[in-house]
């Protein structure tokens, strides 16, 4: 028996299987913005909202994960709960049943026991690095049937520096 893992060479494409995800990023006053049309600033921070619409119940448990760029950084992992949130009463969340704010991506994971036509998360990230990065493609997935998910397109984003 032989087992290998890696990265693939090409990114994968945008796919829907069971679910559509949708990632939008937008300011901290809810204005939307798209970080693959223009170049971001150094300590800049934005809101990810990730909304993912599951055709069928399926499981009922699903896990979000949006793996950051190199140079970003998460601020708060979990939106939906804690001091601050008065400032981004713009959104509407969903509560995740689990939430990790890893060093390399955002990882929310929901259980439903009845159909619901969409499930919200959001984060804050910050851009701390300048340079050039690939922004990789965001997922969901039953975590029961696994056949059932879906993945948003990657690209490439610039951060400038700022200051002298």
Same mark, same amino acid.
Request: without cysteine; glycine residues 8%.
């Given at each position: 028996?032989v #087992?290998?893992?890696?990265y693939?060479?090409?990114?994968p494409?945008?796919?829907?299987?069971?679910?559509?995800?949708?990632?939008?990023?937008?300011?901290?006053?809810g #204005?939307?913005?798209?970080p693959?049309?223009q170049p971001?600033?150094?300590?800049?921070?934005?809101?990810?909202?990730? #909304?993912?619409?599951?055709?069928?119940?399926?499981?009922?448990? *699903?896990?979000?994960?949006?793996?950051?760029?190199?140079?970003f950084?998460?601020?708060?992992?979990?939106?939906?709960?804690?001091?601050?949130?008065?400032d981004?009463?713009w959104?509407?969340l969903?509560t995740?049943?689990?939430?990790?704010?890893? #060093?390399?991506?955002?990882v929310?994971?929901f259980? *439903?026991?009845?159909?619901?036509?969409?499930?919200?998360?959001?984060?804050l990230?910050r851009?701390?690095?300048p340079?050039?990065f690939?922004?990789p493609?965001?997922t969901?997935?039953?975590?029961?049937r696994?056949?059932?998910?879906?993945?948003?397109a990657?690209?490439?984003?610039?951060?400038?520096?700022?200051?002298?």
């Open positions: 028996k #087992t290998t893992t890696g693939p060479a090409t990114p494409e945008p796919a829907s299987n069971g679910f559509t995800l949708m990632r939008g990023y937008y300011l901290p006053d #204005t939307p913005i798209d693959l049309a971001l600033s150094q300590n800049d921070r934005f809101v990810v909202v990730l #909304t993912a619409y599951p055709e069928a119940l399926g499981s009922g448990q *699903y896990v979000l994960a949006d793996p950051l760029p190199a140079g950084e998460i601020e708060n992992p979990d939106l939906s709960a804690g001091q601050g949130v008065a981004f009463n959104l509407a969903d995740p049943a689990h939430v990790e704010s890893r #060093t390399d991506q955002y929310a994971a259980r *439903y026991f009845s159909e619901t036509s969409s499930v919200t998360t959001a984060y990230v851009a701390v690095s340079g050039s690939a922004l493609g965001a969901v997935e039953d975590m029961y696994p056949e059932r998910r879906a993945n948003t990657s690209g490439m984003i610039e951060v400038t520096p700022t200051g002298p």
